[in-house]
């Protein structure tokens, strides 16, 4: 069953998750991630903090995610995502700081415009990061270690639309090997028909990648999917 855990009063408060729940990464290779419904936002059409339910392609829930954020700076805003496990622990941080501007693939190669995120897992220990590469083409991210050390790469689509208006294209973001060549998996962008008027969570992404990916290049990959999600899709959301 979808569900999605309430968000905790206070994040100082939650405790850290056991570093073995990681485990859970090694048994999966597809990801479904659900918006959190929010009736409020339905009836104000205003931006409400991102919450996430993830599931693995057996529909089971494996964690919730949830976003801190001050909403005033609505896609461009610092946000720090927290991933809890089913007990209510928190086992992985991913952190945006405050941007000019957002959700543009020729301001990639701004500074000040150019989309970046840390990953912690367990929190206070960075295992690496997501950083948009200026291209002319397309949503572009490179996936690095916490040595600095290019992984993965992203390779997004060059229209960026979504819900009942999109213009039909496909916002598919192709997950390439340390060659930069092969294509080892992808993060889907999904479309729900009624998302506006359903009271159900439907699904807002897929993400596949190799059984044998090390886990902290999964779990990477997860915070790709977030800064993806509120750089890019955040304002699509609020006008629809």
């Known amino acids: 069953m979808s569900r999605i855990m309430e968000q905790p009063m206070s994040w100082t408060s939650i405790p ?3 570093i073995d729940t990681i485990e859970q990464f090694k048994s999966v290779d597809s990801l479904s991630i659900n918006h959190g419904f929010s009736l409020k936002k339905v009836l104000t059409n205003l931006s409400m903090q ?4 993830i599931f693995n392609n057996r529909g089971e829930q494996l964690f919730s995610a949830f976003e801190e954020s001050n909403l005033f700076g609505i896609n461009g805003r610092e946000f720090t995502m927290h991933v809890l496990d089913n007990y209510s622990r928190e086992l992985i941080r991913v952190h945006r700081e ?9 301001c990639g190669s701004c500074q000040s415009c150019m989309q970046h995120a840390t990953v912690e897992c367990p929190p206070e220990q960075i295992i690496g990061t997501v950083q948009q590469e200026g291209s002319s083409s397309g949503m572009n991210y490179v996936i690095k270690d916490a040595h600095d050390t290019p992984m993965l790469t992203i390779m997004g689509p060059s229209c960026i639309c979504n819900g009942i208006y999109s213009c039909g294209c496909e916002n598919k973001y192709i997950l390439l090997g340390t060659d930069r060549t092969t294509e080892i998996g992808a993060i889907d962008k999904k479309y729900p028909e009624s998302m506006q008027f359903s009271t159900a969570n439907p699904v807002a992404f897929t ?3 190799p059984l044998n990916l090390d886990t902290k290049m999964k779990i990477l990959v997860l915070g790709a999917l977030f800064l993806i999600d509120i750089g890019n899709y955040k304002m699509l959301r609020l006008r629809n």
């Open 207 to 209: 993400v596949n990648f």
């Open 50 to 53: 991102a919450k996430y339910g």
């Open 16 to 18: 850290i998750a056991n």
């Open 98 to 106: 405050s941007q000019n501007c957002s959700g543009c693939y020729c």
